[in-house]
């Protein structure tokens, strides 16, 4: 019925005033369309101008404004963090396709190539980096004691491995058991174990979760962002560790008293060896500290 009277109302109307309202009625939708797409264009010339690289700065200063070790922000400010830093692209640090692959070059030699590491900003509340990973590069093994990490794949393919360890009731270690964890080994649980291929979600990991305890291997070129809250200290005890790792067996998990589920786990062994990298320069947008 409804569709009736409106086919009514409009066959009884004059022909030239049912054209005349159809024709306005196609201005008025292709005013709203130019108005939408003038909008559009706006944001897109406003994110251009935007200082992202500024805006991450100041947002990073908000989050952890009471950084200290063990900190870690409300949801809220995690979330805030983590979207902003969702939206980042490498033009934002004025990468472009060339730079690029000139800051993740590997240097001629036979040798394992070097992470670049270019530092945009450190204080003693957080930390932001960049680092440039050549195709086989690796950042091995390593720890971020009372750290809240947030990490972002700007570019590139990479594999991920972390780790967190396992929390363990000592009465119940046996004593074959007890000497490894007397040792410098320890058991931990894998947390993520896969390839990453940029663009992707923003990982965020925790003082004791999360994947705390975390290496990269890269398959291309990559650029990966890192925000530190807060950052390594030798003079507050926050060591970089760096870490080996062996398979446990089911009977070493079972002997631990540890819960059976799908969970993989591995003995996570001390290093002493250092991780050299080279040194970048920043030369993208300045932040007005």
């Known amino acids: 019925m409804n569709i009736g009277r409106i086919l009514l109302s409009k066959t009884s109307l004059p022909a030239g005033h049912y054209y005349s309202l159809i024709s306005k009625k196609k201005k008025m939708t292709n005013k709203k369309m130019r108005k939408g797409y003038e909008k559009r ?34 949801p809220p400010d995690i979330q805030r963090l983590t979207s902003l830093l969702d939206t980042l692209e490498p033009k934002d640090f004025k ?38 990973l050549p195709p086989s590069s690796v950042i091995p093994l390593h720890n971020h004691p009372g750290m809240t990490v947030f990490s972002k794949l700007l570019a590139g393919t990479m594999h991920a491995t972390s780790y967190d360890w396992v929390q363990i009731n000592h009465d119940q270690v046996n004593n074959n058991l007890r000497e490894q964890q007397e040792s410098r080994m320890r058991l931990a649980k894998v947390h993520v174990d896969g390839e990453f291929t940029a663009p992707c979600n923003t990982t965020v990991l925790f003082p004791e979760s999360g994947g705390n305890i975390h290496s990269f291997k890269a398959i291309t070129p990559c650029i990966l962002l890192d925000v530190l809250g807060p950052p390594y200290s030798q003079v507050e005890g926050r060591y970089y560790q760096h870490y080996t790792y062996d398979d446990a067996s089911f009977s070493d998990v079972k002997k631990m008293e540890v819960k059976e589920d799908e969970t993989r786990y591995a003995w996570l062994e001390e290093r002493n060896e250092q991780f050299v990298m080279l040194g970048g320069t920043y030369d993208g947008p300045k932040i007005q500290r």
């Open 41 to 74: 264009k706006m944001m897109i010339r406003k994110r251009s101008k935007e200082n992202m690289v500024q805006k991450l700065y100041d947002t990073c200063k908000q989050v952890f404004a009471n950084g200290k070790a063990g900190y870690i922000p409300p």
């Open 95 to 132: 990468f472009t396709a060339p730079s690029m692959e000139a800051s993740c070059a590997s240097p001629g030699t036979k040798e394992a190539p070097l992470v670049t590491y270019i530092e945009l900003h450190e204080c003693n509340k957080f930390s932001i980096g960049l680092f440039c």
